[in-house]
């Protein structure tokens, strides 16, 4: 699902640079990225979405060569293959639930909106508990509330691939685990793919694969490789 290799990246501004010789993700692989603040986890994230190009090296996304693909069409693969939550939510505060969950099916003109996708909205949002919230405005969620929106919006379009950035950081156990259960159960359903950042240790034996940027950051390339090339 993912192919990474020779990748070399570095900020416009700033000396922080990312150096992956080699990082293969399988399909339908759950794969937990753990490591210290500040050392690259949601730039890795970035590159694997195709919101941020490398310097050199390779990227290979669902069989597509992201990295390769004009603004528009990579925006278009983006939506259409990629899941996205984030630990802050990122809900659009004039929208109501519902047209939140279906925001990736207004901006993306290879997504068509129809019966089927709302139903399938309605009924996702249904199995997690906030079915009778669809007409609410983010400002009226709990925190719990709003990353269980986000993340069926990262579903609904049912994505081959994953990214979640810290998506329990801001929740307490209870909503944590849910949230993690709806993304496990997705990905099992689906035969999809999961790459989650997270600071929580307690998770990580839930998922098949743990990558630490911590041995990553603090070795050189050959060591690096070591350490993060997993099964193919
Ligand atoms: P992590 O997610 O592991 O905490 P990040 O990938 O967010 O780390 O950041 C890695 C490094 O890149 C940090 O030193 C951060 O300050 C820097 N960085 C992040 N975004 C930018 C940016 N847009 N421009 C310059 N430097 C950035
Ligand atoms: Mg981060």
């Given at each position: ?7 070399r ?6 000396d922080?640079?990312l ?5 293969n ?10 490591g ?11 590159l694997?979405?195709g ?6 090296g390779q ?5 597509y060569?992201?990295?390769?693909l ?6 278009d693969f983006?939506?259409?293959?990629i899941?996205l939550v984030?630990q802050e939510?990122?809900l659009?505060e ?8 279906l925001?990736?099916?207004r901006?993306n003109?290879t997504l ?12 996702i ?13 983010a ?9 269980r929106?986000a993340?069926?919006?990262a579903?609904v379009?049912?994505?081959p691939?994953l990214?979640?950035?810290e998506?329990t950081?801001n929740?307490?156990p ?15 359903q689906?035969a ?6 997270t600071?929580?240790h307690?998770v990580l034996?839930?998922f098949?694969r743990?990558?630490?940027f911590?041995?990553?950051?603090a070795h050189g390339a050959?060591q690096?490789l070591e350490n993060?090339?997993g099964?193919?």
């Amino acid at each position: 699902m993912i192919e990474i290799g020779d990748l070399r990246f570095s900020y416009d501004e700033g000396d922080f640079s990312l150096e992956i010789p080699q990082l293969n993700v399988a399909h339908g692989e759950t794969v937990a990225i753990v490591g210290p603040s500040g050392s690259g986890k949601t730039t890795l994230l970035n590159l694997i979405a195709g919101n941020a190009t490398p310097q050199s090296g390779q990227i290979t996304t669902n069989g597509y060569k992201i990295s390769g693909l004009h603004d528009a069409a990579r925006r278009d693969f983006r939506i259409a293959n990629i899941g996205l939550v984030f630990q802050e939510f990122e809900l659009l505060e004039y929208l109501n639930v519902l047209d939140n969950i279906l925001l990736p099916y207004r901006i993306n003109r290879t997504l068509v909106l129809d019966t089927s996708v709302r139903e399938r909205a309605e009924m996702i949002a249904e199995s997690v508990g906030i079915g009778d919230k669809l007409a609410r405005y983010a400002n009226q969620l709990s925190q719990g509330e709003k990353q269980r929106v986000a993340v069926i919006r990262a579903l609904v379009v049912q994505p081959p691939l994953l990214l979640a950035d810290e998506p329990t950081g801001n929740l307490d156990p209870l909503n944590k685990n849910r949230v993690l259960d709806i993304l496990f159960q997705y990905a099992d359903q689906n035969a999809a793919t999961l790459v989650t950042v997270t600071h929580d240790h307690e998770v990580l034996h839930r998922f098949q694969r743990v990558i630490d940027f911590k041995d990553f950051c603090a070795h050189g390339a050959e060591q690096r490789l070591e350490n993060i090339a997993g099964p193919m």
